[in-house]
């Protein structure tokens, strides 16, 4: 055991090492359900304006660890940020989420310029360097980006979308110009993913957020492959560095993810069953999950019901524990101070 791992919980478990505690992290711990974040981004002006200021940024990636006794923390960034570093206009408005120029298909594509990236996104690499400097010790410092096939669906559908048709459509259509595109955000994505371990990231994870809109013909082809590609790329310069893929939605597909990838962990939504998560996804790598969001927003025993099945169902193998989506907003932030005390208690505090 390194001495980074052994400081590191949640590290030496991406690393596959059994934890006496499982390590635990949330996906959007830093977001509207704390009221220290609602001033932070009322401060900042706007949702981007935070994202691009890295001494704020920094401050909202560390609040959440101020309250709860948490092993990881995530950069404040978003998914979106290498799409405006492709070129592709970004905006956010107020109650209605992400708008982007939309990409048309047969028109022209973006292009991959190293340079012009690492310009846009240097704010986001401030930020991380700061973070590793300030950051509690023992918290795993982790950065990430969107999948190839996740950014596609908000470059070409304009935002957030409900049937994906513009952008499956345009892979059943022209699949060989949709090829061009996915390849052309995944240089970026492994790009910027390699730029958050250069500027001190411990570990990587790939949101896949859209992964459960493709049939698994399409899922080789638009997720598992760029993936590996992607887990390729990064290895080659941080061969050390672990790699968490979160493909939403893929179902009983998250076993290719875990198998044929080369990811270190695999981050399951709160579909997908602890039990034949352990069964089927454990021998092939770490598992991060998967709490329903709803269920901590509900709190009481539902919350301890569905947190010790989780436990108990995964706390034996390499595993980290965190919620199947992000925090929802409304959620009562004492909430997460109880399942921090759950996890933390586990097997002793709640069984058996
Ligand atoms: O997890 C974290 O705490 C780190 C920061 C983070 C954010 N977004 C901050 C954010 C991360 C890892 C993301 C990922 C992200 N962003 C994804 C993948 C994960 C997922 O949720 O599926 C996606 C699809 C996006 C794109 C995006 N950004 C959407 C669809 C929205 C609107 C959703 C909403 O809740 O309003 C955002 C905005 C966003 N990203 C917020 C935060 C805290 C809310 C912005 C605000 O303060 O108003």
Same mark, same amino acid.
């Given at each position: 055991?390194?001495?980074?791992?052994?400081?590191?919980?949640?590290?030496?478990?991406?690393?596959?090492?059994?934890?006496? @505690?499982? =390590?635990?992290?949330?996906?959007?711990?830093?977001?509207?359900?704390?009221?220290?974040?609602?001033?932070? @981004?009322?401060?900042?002006?706007?949702?981007?304006?935070?994202?691009?200021?890295?001494?704020? +940024?920094?401050?909202?990636?560390?609040?959440?660890?101020?309250?709860?006794?948490?092993?990881? $923390?995530?950069?404040?960034?978003?998914?979106?940020?290498?799409?405006?570093?492709?070129?592709?206009?970004?905006?956010?408005?107020?109650?209605?989420? =992400?708008?982007?120029? +939309?990409?048309?298909?047969?028109?022209? $594509?973006?292009?991959?310029?190293?340079?012009?990236?690492?310009?846009?996104?240097?704010?986001?690499?401030?930020?991380?360097?700061?973070?590793?400097?300030?950051?509690?010790?023992? +918290?795993?410092? $982790?950065?990430?980006?969107?999948?190839?096939?996740?950014?596609?669906?908000?470059? *070409?559908?304009?935002?957030?979308?409900?049937?994906?048709?513009?952008?499956?459509?345009?892979?059943?259509?022209?699949?060989?110009?949709?090829?061009?595109?996915?390849?052309?955000?995944?240089?970026?994505?492994?790009?910027?993913?390699?730029?958050?371990?250069?500027?001190?990231?411990?570990?990587?994870?790939?949101?896949?957020?859209?992964?459960? +809109?493709?049939?698994?013909?399409?899922?080789?082809?638009?997720?598992?492959?760029?993936?590996?590609?992607?887990?390729?790329?990064?290895?080659?310069?941080?061969?050390?560095?672990?790699?968490?893929?979160?493909?939403?939605?893929?179902? *009983?597909?998250?076993?290719?993810?875990?198998?044929?990838?080369?990811?270190?962990?695999?981050?399951?939504?709160?579909?997908?069953?602890?039990?034949?998560?352990?069964?089927?996804?454990?021998?092939?790598?770490?598992?991060?999950?998967?709490?329903?969001?709803?269920?901590?927003?509900?709190?009481?025993?539902?919350?301890?019901?569905?947190?010790?099945?989780?436990?108990?169902?995964?706390?034996?193998?390499?595993?980290?524990?965190? $919620?199947?989506?992000?925090?929802? =907003?409304?959620?009562?932030?004492?909430?997460?101070?109880?399942?921090?005390?759950?996890?933390?208690?586990?097997?002793?505090?709640?069984?058996?």
């Amino acid at each position: 055991m390194t001495v980074d791992t052994y400081r590191k919980p949640l590290l030496s478990a991406l690393r596959g090492e059994v934890q006496q @505690r499982p =390590p635990l992290w949330l996906m959007r711990q830093a977001g509207r359900y704390l009221p220290e974040y609602r001033a932070l @981004r009322a401060k900042a002006g706007s949702f981007l304006d935070l994202c691009y200021d890295p001494v704020l +940024a920094v401050e909202a990636t560390l609040q959440p660890l101020r309250r709860f006794p948490l092993d990881g $923390l995530i950069l404040f960034s978003d998914i979106l940020v290498v799409a405006e570093a492709l070129g592709v206009k970004l905006w956010f408005e107020e109650g209605e989420g =992400p708008r982007l120029k +939309a990409i048309a298909e047969g028109g022209s $594509l973006p292009e991959f310029d190293a340079e012009r990236q690492r310009r846009h996104l240097a704010p986001v690499y401030e930020a991380m360097e700061r973070v590793g400097a300030t950051a509690p010790a023992g +918290a795993t410092v $982790l950065g990430f980006a969107g999948a190839p096939w996740t950014l596609a669906t908000y470059m *070409v559908g304009g935002g957030r979308s409900r049937d994906f048709a513009a952008t499956k459509g345009w892979a059943y259509r022209d699949p060989n110009s949709f090829s061009r595109l996915i390849e052309t955000i995944r240089q970026a994505v492994a790009a910027h993913l390699i730029a958050q371990l250069d500027a001190g990231a411990d570990a990587v994870q790939v949101f896949d957020s859209w992964a459960g +809109a493709l049939p698994e013909s399409e899922l080789t082809r638009w997720c598992v492959e760029p993936l590996k590609m992607i887990v390729a790329d990064v290895k080659s310069v941080h061969p050390a560095a672990p790699i968490i893929g979160y493909p939403r939605g893929a179902g *009983v597909a998250c076993e290719r993810f875990a198998a044929e990838t080369g990811v270190d962990a695999i981050s399951i939504d709160s579909t997908v069953p602890p039990v034949w998560a352990a069964a089927r996804l454990q021998p092939h790598c770490t598992v991060q999950g998967n709490l329903d969001p709803v269920a901590l927003l509900a709190g009481g025993d539902a919350l301890r019901q569905a947190a010790s099945r989780i436990l108990d169902a995964l706390g034996q193998g390499p595993f980290v524990f965190n $919620l199947g989506e992000g925090v929802l =907003p409304q959620t009562p932030p004492e909430h997460v101070a109880e399942l921090c005390d759950l996890v933390r208690s586990w097997p002793d505090g709640n069984r058996r």
